[in-house]
């Protein structure tokens, strides 16, 4: 799986758009970018993913640069319920994958 | 999106007693669940991946006769930690791979389960 690389943390004020940065400059031409998010003592929530194009739902959008090495998670209306772990994540889609964690971006949402 | 449930939520139990966790994918079919340990403070750490109908794959460090895993059907995973010892204390997770229309898979997670080991 390619390396991620995100924040330590971030803090947003509430209303505003939170934007979460991820590197993946290795990633391959098949691995897809995958979004969670931990709320503390909760188990990770499912966001978004996408493989190169821009996504958007209901939670989130996602921005992929065009080479693909780097993303944006767009909360486009921050609350204090989105304080929590962002991950980022690498994965080749439709086959066998295990997500590997790294530690993350901590979103702090400031009223 | 697809839920994911773990029973029991939270666990205290006597130090060389087993404890059985469950997860369960409820409105899809998972033909692999994975299992994760978290301490605190620290991320997700995967300890096996179940798949229905075989023998689980255990990652490096982690003690199979000690973490016994069975993927019996595709909804249900069950994980349990045989002779429990305090440092088994942790939050324990699993999660559900599901095979969605376009094609791409996507991992749901269950709540977790909080053990404590006395």
């Known amino acids: 799986d390619a390396k991620t690389t995100q924040p330590p943390s971030m803090d947003c004020a509430e209303g505003r758009a939170a934007n979460l940065p991820c590197n993946h400059s290795?990633?391959?031409?098949?691995?897809?970018v995958y979004w969670y998010r931990q709320i503390h003592s909760q188990g990770p929530q499912y966001i978004i993913h996408g493989l190169k194009n821009n996504e958007t739902n209901e939670m989130a959008s996602l921005i992929i640069t065009e080479d693909r090495k780097s993303s944006t998670l767009i909360l486009p209306h921050a609350t204090l319920r989105d304080t929590a772990v962002y991950y980022c994540?690498?994965?080749?889609?439709?086959?066998?994958?295990?997500?590997?964690f790294g530690t993350g971006t901590k979103l702090q949402v400031i009223p | 999106g697809a839920v994911v449930s773990q029973h029991p939520s939270r666990v205290i139990c006597k130090s060389g007693t087993s404890v059985k966790i469950e997860c369960r994918s409820l409105d899809f079919q998972a033909t692999t669940m994975f299992w994760y340990r978290q301490f605190p403070k620290q991320s997700l750490m995967l300890m096996a991946t179940?798949?229905?109908?075989?023998?689980?794959?255990?990652e490096q460090g982690v003690e199979k006769d000690k973490f016994l895993i069975n993927h019996a059907s595709l909804t249900l995973s069950t994980l349990t930690v045989t002779s429990a010892h305090p440092e088994d204390s942790s939050f324990y997770i699993c999660?559900?791979?599901?095979?969605?229309?376009?094609?791409?898979?996507?991992?749901?997670f269950g709540p977790g389960t909080r053990l404590t080991v006395l």
């Open positions: 999660s559900a791979r599901e095979l969605g229309l376009t094609r791409t898979d996507t991992q749901y």
């Open positions: 290795t990633i391959s031409g098949n691995e897809y």
């Open positions: 179940s798949n229905e109908g075989s023998k689980a794959t255990y």
């Open positions: 994540i690498v994965l080749i889609s439709g086959g066998y994958q295990k997500v590997t």
